[in-house]
């Protein structure tokens, strides 16, 4: 865990949300896709300024964070602050993502402002070699990740609920995709990983341990275990997603 002060140098605004660029090597070189950075969002010594994000993007010197649209202070903070703000950040924090050695294809399941947090890890598996698919949910198109964020090779298929619901569209699709995959990777609502697990199941018949793996969305206080206030029931117990997490089995966050 690191303790850095990243400076913002670009920010852009993309559908409802925000996307802000910060600067710090060492930080961005020890990220790995589904690990999250807290960064400080405020210039007083108040310790809850810090706020989660998952990186949307991840390279040699800087890392990506998304800011949603919403009326919390401290992204608010971060959406006002000009190029060249010096911002503290803590990171990484927990477990991410990994694509485990003889995959050849990997399926990536999002739902949502989570599904973006699964782009460093798309990166990652294409620039492998890796065939990859991503499907996403989202409310509205306008809250889709658009293909041109995707490398070309990516299959990309989108499901847009437009005040309906989704199962059906979700069952029919990952009937497919996940007879095709050999890693399955998610980022989505708590709610959706019984439903992705019901459809792993019915292709193929258990969640075997290893094939998925589910990004558990918590916020982090301190990220280093010592103020209990991620603890959930996750993993066979009461973990702390912060050290256990935030990526776990599929099987250890369905029951
Ligand atoms: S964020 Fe403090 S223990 Fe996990």
Redesign the pocket.
Known sequence: MLQTTATLIARATLGPAQEIVLHAPELARALAPGQAVLVKCGWGLDPYLRRTFYPVAIDDETWTVRVPPGGDWGHAWLRAAPVGTQIDCLGPVGVGYLVPPGVRNVLCVGVGEEAWSLLPVVALAEARGLSVALAMEARTARELIPPARLPAAVEYHAITADGGSTAGQWADLLAGLLGWADAAVTAAPLAFYSQLAAAVRGVRYDISRGFAQALYPAT???????????VADVAGGRR???LRGPVFDLADVVT
């Open positions: 982090f206080l301190c990220g280093t275990g010592a103020c209990q206030s991620c702390r997603v912060c």
